[in-house]
């Protein structure tokens, strides 16, 4: 929740979504309950490439996390977000923003722009603020509707980072070094460049999640392990603290956090660069080449395709091994086309890459085009827009609020 954070799907209809329960099977059982600093990192996650973002009513000391029976249905709770860092490209909104315009027809979701994780790395101070608003903006012109989702700024919460620190309390050292993410980028990056924050990043991660008492978190391939720690640290801090426990200290005991279910997407909505049909479109990408970025005009969005890796075989086909270009470009007129593999399949199955490039390019302009005009509408206007990000960030508070006091009395604190 790069880390875009916490989604990525094809397509999700208002019915119960699929969660994979094999994911953690066997591996959060009672007896993880039992004995603290038992829970173990030990199987490995296939696919993993680094983080990116993406619960019921709110809480207070004296309600329970998991809201009583009533007559009116309580929403299950979505959060998820995208860095701010780097251009919005095609992967960012196929593999997460567009799936958040059905998520909020039914669920309650908040999507906040994850200005506190894109610091982890070197970053342009003078960008950042520009960054996160024009983020923002994406949001709300690809259809985020402030009436039924809330949008803010992770920064302007600041329970965030308070819980994020008691949580480290928690966490065993060892869980975070197991972690992909940071191997890989302290070794590119060297050991006298990486900053503490790259370490304790999933922490964050969790605290995103488990401060607004997340029902689901969608996840993609590269944040399953940062998920898990989630979970497996609501296990352990719920076990410590929580309980007869917190009884004892005047809490209503139970739990403290939900512990979160993982939301899969179905296959296919990873999206992968242009320039390489094996490797996901990234923000990180040195070549600008190698992605769609949402705000691309028409004449470089027509230069990319054009421009874009191909193979040498004949018709275009889905899935063939041999062919990741083709099924990657095939999967991304689908997304954008809105129609199904098996109409894509036998509309484009004769056609040579020429003919194709040119559907391709018109289906992405013509896409793009209305948001593009929408967020130019919307960042021109600064006070709508740090109106919707004021009142979005209160309704968060106001969750996350509930839900720290809950743990800072848990853990044992004076209360103020």
């Not at 993993?48 to 000391?61: D, I, K, P, Q």
């Not at 869980?175 to 990056?189: C, D, G, P, Y």
């Not at 399953?224 to 989630?230: I, N, V, Y």
């Not at 929580?242 to 009884?247: A, E, Q, V």
Request: charged content about 20%; glycine content about 8%.
């Amino acid at each position: 929740m790069g880390r875009a954070v916490l989604s990525q799907f094809l397509t999700l209809s208002n019915s119960t979504p699929r969660l994979s329960s094999s994911l953690f099977c066997g591996r959060l059982g009672g007896k993880y309950l039992k004995r603290p600093g038992s829970i173990r990192h030990n199987r490995t996650i296939n696919g993993y490439n680094g983080a990116g973002f993406r619960c019921c009513c709110s809480v207070s000391l004296s309600q329970p996390a998991v809201p009583e029976t009533s007559s009116i249905p309580v929403r299950k709770r979505i959060v998820s977000g995208v860095q701010p860092t780097g251009a919005i490209h095609l992967g960012n909104y196929l593999g997460a923003i567009k799936t958040w315009i059905e998520l909020q027809n039914s669920y309650d979701t908040l999507f906040f722009i994850v200005d506190l994780h894109a610091i982890t790395l070197p970053y342009d101070t003078q960008q950042l603020s520009k960054a996160t608003r024009n983020t923002a903006a994406i949001y709300l012109a690809c259809g985020v509707d402030t009436s039924k989702a809330s949008v803010f700024v992770q920064s302007h919460v600041r329970a965030d980072v308070e819980l994020m620190w008691l949580l480290s309390s928690a966490t065993p050292i060892g869980w975070l070094n197991r972690m992909i993410q940071f191997k890989e980028k302290s070794r590119k990056a060297g050991d006298e460049n990486v900053g503490v924050a790259l370490l304790t990043y999933p922490v964050l991660m969790a605290s995103d999640i488990l401060l607004y008492q997340s029902d689901l978190v969608p996840v993609g391939e590269d944040q399953k392990q940062h998920l898990e720690l989630t979970r497996e640290l609501a296990e352990r801090v719920n076990y410590l603290y929580g309980g007869r426990k917190w009884k004892k200290l005047g809490g209503r005991g139970g739990a403290i956090f939900k512990v979160p279910e993982p939301l899969i997407p179905p296959a296919g909505a990873r999206v992968m660069s242009l320039t390489d049909g094996l490797s996901k479109m990234s923000k990180s990408a040195p070549s600008d080449q190698s992605r769609i970025n949402l705000l691309d005009p028409k004449d470089v969005i027509a230069n990319k395709i054009k421009r874009c890796k191909t193979d040498s075989f004949s018709g275009m086909e889905f899935d063939s091994p041999e062919r990741p270009e083709c099924n990657n470009l095939l999967s991304i007129y689908q997304l954008i086309s809105g129609k199904t593999k098996e109409e894509v399949a036998q509309e484009c199955q004769d056609m040579n890459w020429g003919t194709f490039k040119t559907l391709l390019t018109d289906a992405l302009v013509d896409h793009l085009h209305p948001i593009q005009v929408r967020h130019e509408e919307i960042i021109s206007d600064p006070a709508y827009l740090d109106g919707v990000l004021g009142e979005g960030a209160t309704k968060a508070a106001a969750i996350a609020d509930a839900t720290l006091s809950n743990v800072y009395q848990a853990m044992g604190f004076l209360y103020r």
